[in-house]
């Protein structure tokens, strides 16, 4: 192997390429504890790369594999993405036939690389590019006296003008890091160092970005975090597909992005796997701009049948026409409706009635559904405006009190649970659209309820009015209840992952 590592070597040279919350009841100190996790079970394993960590991960690869089979990394680069980066079969195949990895892979002999043509009437060595001959015209533009002339390790000379605009054009146009000689027929792979010495360093980083990508994508357990404009990339090594249906593999990447590994929804969409997600995702793009979107985000009053739009987290409803009070949800008198989620958490099935098609049932069980999916959506939308109205008049307080700014983060607080938990909500019914009836999925509605009451009594807080000598009690009222949601919110996601763990759930749509 070390005599056809020397010649590879040689021929790469000689070719005219120069390739180098908290418990206690006294809250006026202490922030809101952050959340201790103690179910890390419920937690995939992973980590966050950044791109330089990305870039050191590559090299090693490549610097790796080029300590074995002996031969320089632009050309093992271009081996293992031939190889899909896979480093182990490279190896192996090349152990086992050294020659025939390199004719696969369109690498040209060191004798092919000697005797091709069309070549210069004058021999230059190491320099690319290099001044044109005294007699050479360029093949592609028909230039007789071109500027240079680049010749590839192949043998293949074309003027450098046009190899930068075919070599710009293959990376910023088509968006590829792989990519072969101009000449007609040659299977020779255009090298990073060739790439350099070609084109100016905005388009040879953009020629990098792609190599990541493609190391990226041939790797299942590495995945870039799905944020515009971020550039982390996470590592989960159990993040496969195959552990997708017992587990909704979330992770957060070096920014504070939280997406699911498995299927890239830059969201966190516990507790429902990803097979179901994308049922769920494609059924509401359909249904989206319908008369069934209106009905999700509108409602009209039961009692003097006004249109009314909500402006609020809480589903408690006030009708400024006739003062009546209602669920936003189930439209019942709140008199009776109360906190009690537990009325209209659950979808419960309707009588047997001919009238009624399959297809109709059908419908309304996902409105109902989609309809409580979307308004937890709304409600963290708004819940949000609310805090940062509430917000600018705690900083007046701030500067005309003796409130600090650690007292005045307590809404701050509040709002970012009752975020993520309507996430958990809206999903927890997506979930329970694909669950089978039976008692399984009564206990799962029940957990539900239990959190969105706690969810509602806490958004009822943020619509409290707030002034200077009420804000201290409501601070210390808002806290306890918003460590008490958190609580909620960990039995929740805790109790639905053990569920999919032991594959305790049952669907009515098959699971594979």
């Not at 619509?463 to 949601?485: C, I």
Request: with cysteine; hydrophobic share 30%.
């Amino acid at each position: 192997m070390s005599d056809y590592s020397d010649a590879a070597s040689d021929y790469y040279d000689s070719d005219g390429s120069d390739i180098d919350g908290t418990n206690d009841s006294d809250f006026d100190d202490e922030p809101l504890p952050p959340s201790k996790d103690k179910h890390k079970s419920r937690d995939v394993e992973h980590n966050s790369l950044s791109t330089t960590e990305l870039q050191d991960l590559v090299h090693k690869d490549i610097g790796h594999v080029a300590s074995i089979i002996g031969i320089e990394s632009p050309i093992v680069s271009i081996l293992l993405r031939h190889f899909n980066w896979n480093n182990d079969r490279l190896i192996e195949r090349f152990l086992e036939s050294a020659t025939g990895v390199l004719e696969d892979a369109g690498e040209p002999s060191p004798a092919d690389s000697a005797d091709s043509s069309p070549r210069p009437a004058k021999r230059v060595r190491l320099e690319s590019p290099f001044p044109p001959p005294t007699e050479y015209m360029c093949p592609v533009c028909c230039d007789d006296e071109p500027p240079a002339v680049f010749r590839l390790r192949c043998g293949h000379a074309f003027c450098t003008p046009c190899w930068q605009t075919y070599v710009m054009s293959k990376i910023k146009d088509e968006g590829q890091c792989t990519f072969r000689c101009m000449y007609d027929d040659c299977r020779t792979v255009v090298d990073s160092r060739s790439i350099a010495k070609l084109v100016e360093p905005s388009v040879k980083n953009r020629y990098q970005e792609l190599i990541l990508q493609s190391y990226v994508g041939a790797h299942v357990n590495l995945r870039f975090c799905p944020h515009p404009g971020c550039t982390q990339t996470v590592s989960c090594p159990s993040g496969v597909r195959s552990s997708l249906m017992t587990e909704v593999p979330t992770v957060r990447c070096g920014e504070g992005h939280v997406f699911c590994f498995g299927c890239g929804l830059d969201s966190d969409h516990r507790p429902l796997v990803c097979q179901f997600v994308k049922l769920w995702l494609k059924s509401a793009r359909e249904d989206a701009g319908t008369s069934q979107w209106i009905k999700a985000n509108t409602r009209t009053c039961p009692k003097c049948e006004n249109n009314i739009e909500k402006n609020g987290g809480c589903n408690r409803i006030l009708c400024r026409h006739c003062q009546y009070q209602f669920c936003w949800l189930c439209m019942k008198n709140w008199d009776v409706h109360g906190y009690n989620d537990q009325v209209c958490n659950a979808w419960k099935e309707p009588e047997p009635d001919e009238d009624k098609t399959a297809a109709r049932q059908s419908l309304e069980k996902w409105l109902f559904y989609f309809d409580r999916f979307n308004n937890h959506e709304i409600s963290a939308r708004l819940d949000e405006e609310l805090c940062t109205r509430t917000e600018e008049k705690m900083v007046e307080w701030q500067e005309t009190s003796k409130m600090s700014w650690i007292e005045s983060t307590f809404m701050r607080d509040a709002v970012n649970e009752l975020t993520r938990c309507r996430v958990t909500l809206k999903w927890t019914y997506a979930m329970a659209y694909f669950l089978a009836a039976g008692n399984k999925k009564q206990i799962f509605e029940d957990i539900q309820a239990d959190l969105e009451k706690a969810v509602e009594a806490l958004s009822q807080l943020l619509d409290e009015p707030v002034d200077e000598d009420s804000v201290k009690s409501l601070r210390q009222r808002m806290v306890d209840k918003t460590v008490y949601v958190r609580g909620r919110h960990e039995i929740v996601l805790q109790d639905t992952a053990e569920g999919l763990y032991e594959g305790r759930w049952e669907w009515t749509e098959p699971l594979d």
